[in-house]
């Protein structure tokens, strides 16, 4: 079991290229909303995710409401800077859905009014508008499987053949 990333819309080659290494790190299912603002045989995007798209499940929808409708029975969280609750405070369970904006908007307001109760947001310093998507998901794609156990990620280090 994994989670689900959301891309609504992205516009940079690199970050969705990083977040799909991030989810074949983590066994999650990436799904990028069209519009994209890149091709995806776009070099920038290949080389950050380095030679891990094989291992990537991703699936294009044509709309963020087509998903809703698909999966209505699952839990989806919003993740904005407007939004109220710290990613924290949330329960998260496998197969829970986390929905990123694009790069320079974020998700619509409509989207988040709409959703109010499962919009979260990662706790920064006053003044700064954001952090980089990338790193975003990250951080609650890993506080997510973090509360699930870290189910099928765990492995031995190789440093225990080493005597310290």
Avoid at 50 to 73: F, G, R
Avoid at 112 to 132: D, F, Q, T, V
Wanted: proline share 4%; hydrophobic share 40%.
């Amino acid at each position: 079991m994994a989670f689900n990333i959301v891309l609504v819309e992205p516009e940079i080659p690199q970050n969705t290229g990083n977040i799909a290494r991030t989810c074949a790190a983590t066994g999650s299912t990436l799904y990028l909303v069209k519009p994209l603002g890149f091709s995806v045989d776009d070099k920038h995007l290949k080389r950050a995710g380095l030679d891990y798209w094989k291992d990537v499940n991703i699936v294009y929808v044509d709309s963020l409401q087509e998903l809703l409708d698909t999966y209505k029975n699952c839990s989806f969280y919003f993740l904005s800077t407007k939004g109220i609750k710290p990613y924290s405070d949330v329960k998260y369970k496998d197969m829970d859905f986390l929905v990123f904006g694009k790069e320079t908007a974020g998700l619509p307001e409509e989207l988040l009014l709409e959703h109010k109760e499962e919009c979260i947001r990662i706790p920064m310093a006053e003044g700064i508008r954001s952090l980089n998507l990338s790193n975003s998901v990250a951080i609650v794609l890993y506080e997510a499987i973090r509360q699930t156990g870290f189910s099928g990620l765990e492995r031995k280090g190789e440093l225990t053949k080493y005597k310290w």
